[in-house]
């Protein structure tokens, strides 16, 4: 193998795939990064066996053909090479990729490529085309939801549900639940599935393009992939049921609240200060007389207190949330103001955006003392 490409988009590449270079990995070959290059293109893979990422740029090939390099090292190396371009070479019979760029030259030990577990296309019995922007709010809408407990694998994941021309995405980690949907003008078809938090966590880092681009995803019964640009993922599915959380959304509320996005963030993250010291991270609000107040006390550090307006319909109401669920949802709203719904001090609350009701976030209250 022998190519010349330009060192910042190799840079780019890398810094991709290298993000499923397993740390720990099951087998040496998996700390390794798969080069191979073709036609004009120099293709880049890593994989853990949970998760598969590959890249591709576009190279001069002088000679076609394959290597695996140590993915920590090679990563290293280009990132911090001086020239605009850089050379690869390795020859069938040595161990030894030789790198150049501009005056400096390295050779790094080369692992065995045929040992490597390469990603194939995935052929699944459900393919479809999302917009990249609508992919992305789909999962940014949801995924901080997810619970990190790896102890319930079903909780750690999205559920993805396709009903003809409707897509819906949900996480829950018992205590709180996100739900986001769109609906197409076509049948897509039907599917549901759970996928990790962290391919879609990839997704959402690499989906990043000004002209909305169609992500092609397809689905096998334990695999889901998604292809867009010159990149394509490849992730294990979680085994087992996503609960039926429908039940949880409450059908109506009996106070209706309208507040400022983002005034209602900063007074819920500045009151919270006091209260992360807490096991639960404890903040109460009060919905009153057209206003908010939040409030929090520590007997080890203080206390803390503000108000904020609001439009209150509905009868009053005191009730207390673990500060974090209520900060991680206002982060992901778009508009700037917002809904809350409310019952009683100890019944599931939701948070929602002005005037989207494809997007419901529920949250559940804290039992406090007094």
């Known amino acids: 193998m022998k190519i010349t490409c330009n060192k910042n988009e190799l840079t780019n590449a890398l810094q ?3 993000r ?30 949970e998760i598969g990422l590959v890249a591709r740029i576009e190279a001069d090939i002088e000679e076609p053909g394959e290597l695996t390099v140590g993915g920590r090292y090679f990563q290293e190396v280009v990132r911090k090479l001086p020239g605009e371009n850089v050379k690869l070479a390795c020859t069938a019979d040595e161990k030894i990729v030789h790198i150049e760029s501009a005056m400096a030259k390295f050779t790094l030990l080369s692992m065995n490529a045929a040992e490597f577990p390469t990603i194939q296309p995935l052929e699944g019995n459900l393919d479809f085309a999302i917009k990249d922007n609508i ?9 901080f939801a ?20 409707k897509v819906t995405m949900a996480a829950t980690n018992t205590h ?28 959402l880092h690499n989906m990043s393009s000004d ?29 087992g049921q996503f609960p039926n959380y429908r039940g949880v959304i409450p059908p109506d509320f009996a106070t209706h609240v309208k507040t400022d996005t983002a005034a209602f963030a900063a007074a819920v993250d500045r009151i919270s200060l006091i209260a992360r010291a807490g096991v639960y991270n404890t903040i109460k609000l009060e919905f009153a007389d057209n206003q908010i107040h939040i409030t929090s006390n520590n ?12 439009e209150i319909d509905g009868p009053d109401i005191a009730i207390a949330f673990n500060a974090q669920y209520i900060i991680d949802v206002l982060k992901n709203i778009d508009s700037k103001t917002c809904r809350i719904g409310l019952n009683q001090p100890l019944s599931p609350a939701s948070i929602q955006e002005e005037d989207d009701d494809s997007f419901v976030y529920i949250v559940t209250p804290v039992r406090t003392n007094h």
Not at 31 to 49: F, K, M, V
Not at 135 to 143: G, M
């Open 20 to 49: 499923a270079v397993a740390t720990k990995p099951q087998t040496p070959i998996l700390s390794g990064i798969y080069l191979r290059a073709e036609g004009t293109t120099l293709e880049l893979q890593a994989t853990n066996y």
């Open 299 to 310: 007997p080890e550090i203080g206390n803390a207190e503000e108000y904020i307006p609001a």
């Open 176 to 203: 709180r639940l996100s739900v986001k949907s769109e609906t197409f003008d076509q049948s897509i078809g039907n599917i549901k599935v759970i996928i990790p938090s962290r391919i879609l966590q990839e997704l």
């Open 16 to 18: 991709i795939v290298a």
């Open 211 to 239: 002209i909305p681009t169609d992500v092609k995803i397809s689905c096998s019964y334990n695999q889901i992939s998604f292809s867009f640009d010159n990149l394509y993922m490849t992730s294990r599915l979680i085994e």
């Open 135 to 143: 992919l992305r709010d789909l999962i940014k809408k949801t995924v």
């Open 146 to 165: 997810c619970s990190t407990d790896e102890a319930r694998p079903v909780f750690t994941g999205c559920s993805l549900e396709v009903t003809e021309n």
